[in-house]
T-cell receptor
Framework: AQSVTQLGSHVSVSEGALVLLRCNYSSSVPPYLFWYVQYPNQGLQLLLKYTTGATLVKGINGFEAEFKKSETSFHLTKPSAHMSDAAEYFC???????????FGKGITLSVRP | GAVVSQHPSWVICKSGTSVKIECRSL??????MFWYRQFPKQSLMLMATSNEGSKATYEQGVEKDKFLINHASLTLSTLTVTSAHPEDSSFYICSTKFQENQPQHFGDGTRLSIL
C-alpha cells in the first residue's frame, strides 16, 4: 500500500521568504512522486514530478523538490514566495505506471505582504 | 493550454435532479479517466476509474447506481449523479492518464450544489 503524509494544514510566509512544504510517503516499491497546486474552484495543476534519475526536480513557477529515499521525503521548496503562490498544495504518490494516484490531505499556503 | 476540459464548472439544482458532468480529453485519446470528489478543505478522494468501452471500476464505498459513469469514446467520460441530494454537494474533478509513466492531467472541476 502507498500513502502520503503532509503534516500541518496551513503554512504562512512573508512575501520573499522561503517556502517549505513537507511531504513524506510510504511505499513498498520505488515511487513516482508529484506535487500539484490547486487554486480556488479549479482543478489541479502539476508543479513537478519525480519518476527516476536526478533526485532534485525543478518545476514550474520556481518550485523544486528533492527526493530523499532514506528519509522517504519529497519536500517542496521555493526560495522566494510570491503573492500568487497562495493556494492549496497536494503531494501525491504512485507506485507504478498503472497504479492509482494517492494524495496527501493538502496544505494551504498563505503569503503575507 | 488545457489538455482536459470539464463541463459544467458550476451546477446548482434541486434535490432529486440528476446531473451529468462531462470530461473531455483534448488532442489525445484517453482510454482511462479518473473521477474524484473533493470536500471543502480536504483532499481528493478517488471515486472510480473510467475505462473506455468497459464498465467503470468503483472504489469501496462509492454507490455505482448513484454515480453512473459512461466512457463511450476515447475522448469523453461522463459522470451522472442520479437523484442528487444535498449530501452529494461537492467538488467533482476528472483526470486522464494518457501516457504511461506520465502524470495525470486534471480538469478544472465541477462545483455541484444541491438545494
Amino acid at each position: 500500500a502507498q500513502s502520503v503524509t503532509q503534516l500541518g494544514s496551513h503554512v504562512s510566509v512573508s512575501e520573499g521568504a522561503l517556502v517549505l512544504l513537507r511531504c513524506n510517503y510510504s511505499s513498498s516499491v520505488p515511487p513516482y512522486l508529484f506535487w500539484y497546486v490547486q487554486y480556488p474552484n479549479q482543478g489541479l495543476q502539476l508543479l513537478l514530478k519525480y519518476t527516476t534519475g536526478a533526485t532534485l526536480v525543478k518545476g514550474i513557477n520556481g518550485f523544486e523538490a528533492e527526493f530523499k529515499k532514506s528519509e522517504t521525503s519529497f519536500h517542496l521548496t521555493k526560495p522566494s514566495a510570491h503573492m500568487s503562490d497562495a493556494a492549496e498544495y497536494f503531494c501525491a504518490v504512485r507506485t507504478g505506471a498503472n497504479s492509482k494516484l494517492t494524495f496527501g490531505k493538502g496544505i494551504t499556503l498563505s503569503v503575507r505582504p | 493550454g488545457a489538455v482536459v476540459s470539464q463541463h459544467p464548472s458550476w451546477v446548482i439544482c434541486k434535490s432529486g435532479t440528476s446531473v451529468k458532468i462531462e470530461c473531455r480529453s483534448l488532442d489525445f485519446q484517453a482510454t482511462t479517466m479518473f473521477w474524484y470528489r473533493q470536500f471543502p478543505k480536504q483532499s481528493l478522494m478517488l471515486m472510480a476509474t473510467s475505462n473506455e468501452g468497459s464498465k467503470a471500476t468503483y472504489e469501496q464505498g462509492v454507490e455505482k447506481d448513484k454515480f453512473l459513469i459512461n466512457h463511450a469514446s476515447l475522448t469523453l467520460s461522463t459522470l451522472t449523479v442520479t437523484s442528487a441530494h444535498p449530501e452529494d454537494s461537492s467538488f467533482y474533478i476528472c483526470s486522464t492518464k494518457f501516457q504511461e509513466n506520465q502524470p495525470q492531467h486534471f480538469g478544472d472541476g465541477t462545483r455541484l450544489s444541491i438545494l
